[in-house]
């Protein structure tokens, strides 16, 4: 787990990390590692890696005998209007750098290895699925859950590991081992931000400098309610009123939504008197971003 | 749990069955039978059970190290008109039957056990869950490949048993098993049916003895159509005109549908010139009925 040179990388990725393309392999490469008596960690994700995949696969590394990253574009989680086209596709990097934490295995299956043509079976949620991003991003959560649902039955792992950047999805995900009894321990790392503030995020790469300085306007929002909170507000609306104030100074950035809500049921409340969850959506030139924060008294 | 005799539960102690109520037991139970190498079979019931259950049972225990049934009237499987509460609950005598041919385990958890309040994810599934029980029962499915899949989390069974009585529900199951990725084999056991041809189902125990003699046209009327094609008749049109006809002569059964389908698909066929689907439902008094066969030239 030590740290490497960028030339033991290279060696890294060819000699310790398996690349695995197929539903056969895999399978049967985890069952040796089963038959072992070894624990598995899973740490999915798109590809397109930054710093935030990066803690995630090493806290696997550091909890778990075996770590398997998967790699996939997953059509099902993306809207008609969204993004999958362009979706940034950068596999070389991310095999080196997955290979750098020590991942054991990158599972990066084509979509038709995924999904046949004869696929019919969706994992639908009601509850912590429904507000926010549920709203603005119809389908979105179906996809997620039922992509994740098909890694976890595909990779049978003993704890997988989620970025607290998508809060709301690791509630669905949560949610969604315990309605269905999946024996697995559901991990979320905190963020991982630029130095400037912006959280990580794939979607980052699309924008151009200019729109990097605007989208700041998130978590200067974010850490703006803590701070009025921290400083003894209570009162939901007037952080909101502030809040909308600061976006208002930046109008090329097209606010979705900024909600106060319970961690755990995304209730909006009315006064910030426990602890709250603070989550923001909004589109800055062609690129949605999401960012979030735990406050709270 | 209060209305056991004393009688079931001795006998079922005699054959070294196991009352399992809680996730907990049963999690620890089959833990060991797991960790011995032992393969483990799931025969998943609603109880009141028949000897068409009995024979997934055998056929699990003899195929299967440890065999599991499962003792459960899902309630996300009704319509809000459909008989949960008048579901036939017979736990006692059920439990005598499945400990006589070998069960090894039966769980047979409160409603409470499986479903939390908060319980918000459920299977959706198009294609095959579509036609037929899914236009009659809408939701149906979803109950049944909800509650499936919870126990094959839960039991993580190497092959679980279903009948072919229910035939589309074993066409759903096999088809959310592929799209899942579960390591799952699925078992689909013939239709038992009693002397006088009546396929076996508990909801038969509703019948009054002449509307047990009326329901006797739902095998008439499937037995009638395989003698057509055997005969030579390859036009759908034609058989199910027939068909019709004969449940014209028992006007006190409401035929709800009788179709020649693709086995795979279920989609209706116009001519049967190859293995095809004969599926009927029909209430018969305030019992509603299925039945199917497979016919062919």
């Known amino acids: 787990m030590s740290n490497r040179s960028p030339a033991a990388t290279e060696s890294a990725a060819a000699m310790r990390t398996r690349l695995v393309t197929t539903i056969a392999v895999l399978r049967s490469e985890l069952a040796k590692v089963r038959r072992a008596g070894r624990t598995i960690g899973l740490v999915p994700t798109m590809g397109a890696l930054h710093a935030g995949h990066l803690s ?33 596709r950068t596999l070389d990097s991310d095999l080196a750098a997955l290979a750098s934490v020590g991942v054991d295995l990158v599972f990066a299956p084509e979509v038709l290895e995924v999904y046949r043509p ?106 703006r309610a803590a701070e009025m909170v921290a400083a003894g507000e209570r009162d939901a609306k007037t952080v909101l009123a502030e809040i909308h104030e600061l976006f208002a100074e930046v109008p090329e950035v097209r606010l979705q939504y900024f909600v106060l809500t319970d961690p755990e049921t995304l209730e909006e409340v009315e006064r910030v008197d426990r602890k709250t969850l603070a989550a923001v959506a909004a589109v800055v030139g062609t690129t949605r971003l999401i960012d979030n924060l735990v406050i709270g008294p």
Chains 1, 2 share one sequence.
């Not at 994992?123 to 603005?136: D, Q, V, W, Y």
């Open 118 to 223: 004869e696929h019919a079976t969706y994992i639908e949620m009601r509850g912590p699925a429904e507000p926010l991003e549920g709203r603005f991003r119809p389908g979105h959560f179906r996809g997620v859950a039922t992509v994740v649902l098909k890694l976890f039955n595909l990779i049978q792992p003993d704890r997988a590991y989620f970025g607290q950047k998508d809060y709301q999805q690791s509630l669905v995900i949560r949610r969604m081992v315990v309605d269905l009894d999946l024996p697995i321990e559901i991990r979320v790392c905190p963020i991982v931000r630029e130095p400037d503030g912006l959280a990580m995020s794939s979607r980052n790469a699309y924008l151009t400098a200019h729109e990097h300085a605007q989208a700041l306007v998130l978590h200067r929002s974010l850490r």
């Open 56 to 88: 995630l696969a090493q806290s696997s590394c550091v909890e778990c005998d075996f770590t398997v990253a998967t790699i996939f574009v997953n059509p099902a989680q993306f809207g008609p209007h969204d993004d999958f086209q362009r979706y940034p």
